[in-house]
């Protein structure tokens, strides 16, 4: 456990001993603990104290025997204090312009290799755009609530699941949360409808920010960046508040990210840059969310939804990137959460054939060809040379790809299945009889 959470879970003993070490940075022999709280408590229980403070992290053993000393270690130094009695940190810009792409790592080579593991089977299951989709609705919901959750969301999954698949809002619910998931919705929307596009620059990155955070901000301030100063609540980080250098660094974390070949440490980037960039007035670490899973999705590799994600570590990993650069435990934190929800989109792989996405953004096209072709009783063998022509605006991979796909609808079509392509049954009735007196 790391010290910056362990210190939120000591017992009164234990605050004692900190609180003693903390007045005494060169550090403190047992014998001095023990003669400055033996009046409380036993020795054997002082010892108990210390050896749990030295197993979290928190306290440091240094010499031999007699003459050892015990300090806090350095995070718990550092943590023990409250926020505003901790070192200011302000703004390292370095920290995003000192990344270089495919040199540099946030990610822990640990977590990427667990990432790496939990993905393996996946990726070739998947195109390298999206999902189907049930799959893509699945996630839509789990980072929906996963998501709204980490912000102190009180929504349970299956009334974030009711109000995004019917609409309908819980009772007992402020308002706020109910536009908070929807929000969510809109902007998860946009990330599937865009996936395979090149979108890591700031234009998207405003436009998601403006859907995330519609009707909880000003209207002015959707996707605006910043030009005052903000604070962050439970830490002594402070956020850069000069609207120019804020631009100029999120457009370079947008531009390093997409250069990043590994979508592991390209995601984990975009997770931890754009929640300490604080870009924007409010939303930023919804922002890193939900642009973490570009990299995945574009790869076709399974998405972070969150759900899983322990609040306390999460949050406290993030203070823990803000003011001392360590990203180790917002790793474990967001990675736990990964591994465990990667078998779950693993499985729904396995039993859905999955599209590309040109078949997402051509669906409506698509069912407008098949009805063509079922109206005009174009022959089902023309219906490659049809789909060909009738998608000559496309590039000849996805034209390709669509011909093929509507040559296999036209197969398969029948009365029953045709209200999937939103065809009449009746005409698909006439076209197969039709079909079968002419020998197709």
């Known amino acids: 456990m790391h010290p910056i959470i362990a210190l939120r879970q000591l017992d009164d003993l234990q605050k004692q001993i900190v609180t003693l070490l903390l007045r005494s940075p060169n550090g403190l022999a047992q014998k001095d603990v023990i003669a400055k709280l033996a009046n409380s408590v036993s020795q054997p229980t002082i010892s108990r104290a210390m050896a749990k403070l030295i197993e979290n992290d928190i306290v440091e053993k240094t010499g031999e025997t007699r003459s050892s000393l015990y300090k806090l270690s350095e995070a718990a130094t550092w943590f023990a204090k409250p926020p505003h009695h901790r070192p ?41 755009s999206t999902y189907s989709r049930e799959i893509a609705q699945r996630f839509l919901i789990d980072l929906a609530w996963a998501s709204s959750s980490l912000e102190g969301n009180t929504y349970s999954y299956l009334d974030t699941e009711v109000l995004l698949q019917y609409g309908q809002k819980a009772t007992g619910h402020d308002l706020e949360e109910a536009t908070m998931i929807l929000n969510h919705k809109h902007a998860i929307d946009e990330l599937i409808e865009n996936v395979g596009r090149p979108v890591l620059d700031q234009k998207f990155a405003s436009r998601i920010h403006a859907m995330l955070l519609r009707d909880l901000i000003s209207p002015e301030d959707l996707g605006r960046v910043r030009g005052n100063s903000v604070r962050i609540q ?22 390093k990210a997409e250069q990043v070949e590994d979508p592991f440490e390209a995601s984990f980037v975009l997770l931890t840059g754009l929640s300490y960039l604080q870009a924007f007035i409010d939303g930023n670490k919804r922002m890193g969310r939900l642009m973490s899973n570009v990299p995945l999705l574009w790869k076709g590799l399974p998405p972070i939804s969150f759900i899983g994600v322990d609040r306390n570590a999460y949050l406290s990993g993030l ?39 040109i078949e997402f953004r051509e669906r409506t096209r698509i069912d407008h060809l098949v009805a063509r072709i079922v109206d005009d009783q174009i022959d089902e063998t023309d219906a490659r040379s049809a789909a060909l022509e009738f998608f000559a605006d496309l590039e000849e991979e996805d034209r390709e790809h669509l011909a093929q796909i509507v040559e ?18 009746e005409k698909v009735e006439a076209y197969l009889n039709r079909g079968r007196r002419n020998g197709f």
């Open 234 to 255: 439970g830490s002594s980080y402070r956020p850069e508040g000069d609207a120019y250098q804020l631009s100029s660094d999120l457009g370079q974390l947008l531009w």
């Open 319 to 357: 203070i823990l990137f803000y003011e001392l650069g360590d990203p180790s435990l917002i790793a474990e934190a967001v990675v736990d959460g990964y591994v465990e929800n990667s078998k779950n989109y693993a499985a729904a792989v396995a039993t859905r054939r999955v599209p590309r996405s």
């Open 88 to 128: 200011e940190k302000p703004y390292e810009p370095h920290r995003i312009g000192g990344y270089i792409p495919n040199v540099t790592a946030w990610l822990p080579v640990e977590q990427r290799n667990r990432m790496t593991l939990a993905a393996q089977g996946v990726n070739q299951a998947l195109d390298a």
């Open 408 to 425: 296999s609808i036209i197969a398969a079509i029948s009365p029953e299945n045709a209200y999937a392509w939103r065809v009449d049954p």
